[in-house]
């Protein structure tokens, strides 16, 4: 898994996430949404070659360029300015997690609406009110955005590196800033 529930906290929180069927849902969206992530990030070449990079036994070494995405830290861009990447897998839960925030977006997205016979519903709340949730859906995409712009300043300064790297697969603009209304 790209990363686990641990990072589901503070404005990434899901409720009863302790339950085992809630737990099981929040592993669903992370397998299927942390790796469309790493595709979409790093393009298709780089997110294969990286989470095989990072799949090593516990007696091998994690290759520096691999534990560099993955735990993040600081660099200087091709402007000469000091940047930190935040990393894909830090272990570290502020600021928020990059991936994190991707699944969360689409976990409470999808929870937002729900499928009947009729179509497309809203669940009625009962002892609450229901609140728009756009605000916080916009908050934790554009959180992840703004730490893929930085990723993508790294990439660019250390292309070397990272052979893998095809800039064409990377898709930047499905993972550019959004508003509360989604666009």
Request: no cysteine; aromatic share 8%; net charge neutral.
């Given at each position: 898994m790209v990363i686990n529930a641990?990072?589901?906290?503070?404005p990434l929180a899901i409720a009863q996430i302790s339950q085992a069927a809630v737990q099981g849902t929040v592993n669903d969206y992370i397998e299927l949404h942390g790796v469309e992530f790493?595709?979409?990030?790093?393009?298709?070449?780089?997110?294969?070659?990286?989470?095989?990079g990072i799949d090593v036994g516990s007696d091998e070494v994690i290759e520096d360029r691999w534990e560099f995405l993955k735990q993040g830290g600081s660099f200087t861009n091709n402007s000469g300015l000091g940047r930190k990447w935040v990393g894909f897998d830090s272990g570290e839960l502020f600021p928020l997690n990059p991936v994190a925030a991707y699944v969360w977006f689409h976990l409470?997205?999808?929870?937002?609406?729900?499928?009947?016979?009729?179509?497309?519903?809203?669940?009625?709340?009962?002892?609450?009110q229901r609140m728009a949730p756009a605000q916080p859906l916009s908050m934790?995409?554009?959180?992840?955005s703004k730490a893929i712009y930085t990723l993508h300043e790294y990439l660019r300064a250390n292309e070397s590196l990272y052979p893998e790297l095809v800039w064409s697969e990377i898709n930047t603009r499905s993972l550019k800033p959004i508003n509360a209304f989604g666009i």
């Open positions: 641990t990072y589901f906290v503070g790493l595709s979409k990030a790093l393009g298709q070449s780089l997110a294969n070659a990286y989470l095989l409470q997205r999808d929870k937002a609406i729900q499928m009947a016979g009729i179509g497309a519903v809203v669940a009625e709340a009962e002892n609450a934790a995409w554009n959180h992840m």
